[in-house]
């Protein structure tokens, strides 16, 4: 607290005698001496700003909230907009759109996964294949490509294929995914869906996953048939397996949830990028 000649005592900011404790905090976590400057002393104890730290909150708090169903309360909230009374203080509502307008994430924001089926819960006829059976260390390619095409071979030929793959740049991203449908007479369909501008390669392969499920069931045909869906991502599948709660991509399809044509059984099999080559 400071007093001025003939002012009324002056509080400091919360945020600011919160910033000097993790400064202090962090220099003897460090052991760096005073005079080294202070972005370097809280680089060094990889201690964000509390500036930075409270707009990265109000963001995170404010993508979760307009994930939510529009009939949630908190979502009602996130929309809404409320006048604000000081100029100098601003809302989780306010620093979240700022933050977010800084790192260009734009409107929608992707929703939340519905409840999933529980791995106890049979979901339908849908089988998992996540190997295409034993490999030694350190096999060749020759190896792998003859392992995939056994594996293949014994899945059902008179089938619907569906294969998938996502790409992302550098990891993070311009994500896009693609699959390709290739029906039981041999007619064949590419479908090409982009995944966001900042992408995990988890997500874009689940959102190649998502758009192929949904192109078979948006065009029903040969409903009767078995389906066959290849993908190079072994976690993909595993997650859909095993109905992993680490699967929090929204726009991934839940496989055993998912409603084939005509109740066709479904099949889902991992292979290397090498393997799906054969």
């Known amino acids: 607290m400071k007093r001025g000649p003939g002012r009324c005592p002056r509080v400091e900011r919360p945020s600011r005698l919160i910033e000097r404790e993790m400064r202090a905090a962090a220099r003897i976590v460090t052991g760096c001496p005073r005079s080294t400057p202070t972005h370097a002393v809280m680089a060094e104890a990889r201690l964000a700003p509390m500036e930075e730290r409270k707009k990265v909150l109000a963001a995170r708090l404010?993508?979760?909230?307009?994930?939510?169903?529009p009939t949630d309360p908190l979502r009602r909230t996130a929309e809404a907009s409320a006048p604000s009374r000081l100029s100098s203080v601003r809302g989780w509502r306010t620093l979240g759109r700022q933050m977010l307008a800084e790192v260009e994430v734009t409107a929608p924001i992707e929703p939340v996964l519905?409840?999933?089926?529980?791995?106890?819960?049979?979901?339908?006829?849908?089988t998992f294949c996540l190997d295409v059976g034993p490999l030694r260390t350190g096999a060749t390619e020759g190896e792998k490509i003859r392992a995939a095409t056994r594996h293949l071979a014994a899945l059902p030929q008179r089938a619907t294929w569906l294969w998938t793959d996502?790409?992302?740049?550098?990891?993070?991203?311009?994500?896009?995914s693609g699959?390709?449908?290739?029906?039981?007479d041999g007619e064949e369909e590419d479908l090409k869906t982009p995944a966001g501008r900042h992408c995990s390669s988890y997500r874009a392969e689940m959102l190649a996953l998502a758009s192929g499920l949904e192109h078979l069931l948006d065009n029903p045909r040969d409903r009767d048939i078995p389906i066959v869906i290849c993908t190079d991502s072994p976690g993909t599948a595993r997650n859909r397996a095993t109905g992993s709660t680490s699967a929090t991509s929204g726009g991934a399809a839940d496989i055993r949830g998912s409603t084939t044509p005509g109740g066709a059984a479904t099949t889902t099999t991992a292979a290397s990028a090498s393997c799906a080559v054969a």
């Open 62 to 69: 404010l993508g979760r909230a307009l994930a939510l169903p």
């Open 114 to 126: 519905p409840p999933r089926i529980p791995p106890w819960e049979r979901g339908g006829n849908v």
């Open 166 to 176: 996502g790409s992302v740049e550098g990891g993070v991203k311009d994500g896009g």
């Open 179 to 184: 699959a390709v449908v290739i029906w039981s």
